[in-house]
C-alpha cells in the first residue's frame, strides 16, 4: 500500500519548527507564497514558544 505525502502546509509547518528548533531566524523561511509562508511562520513560532517553555534546550 502506498503512502500518502502531507500536503505542502503540513510540511512547511513541521520545517517551520524544525529551523526553530535549531534556532534559525524566521528571516530564513525558505517560501515565498503567502498561505504556505504563513504555516513555516506558525510552526517556527510554535517551536519559540516550545523553547521558551523549556521543552527543548
Known sequence: MKRQK???QSRAHTRGYQAGIS???KEHC?????????QWLGGW????EDKQ???FK
Not at 30 to 38: M, W
Not at 45 to 48: G, K, L, Q
Open 53 to 55: 517553555q523549556g521543552l
Open 45 to 48: 513560532r510554535e517551536a519559540i
Open 6 to 8: 502531507r500536503d505542502r
Open 23 to 25: 534556532g534559525r531566524s
Open 30 to 38: 525558505p517560501y515565498q507564497i503567502d498561505a504556505i509562508k504563513s
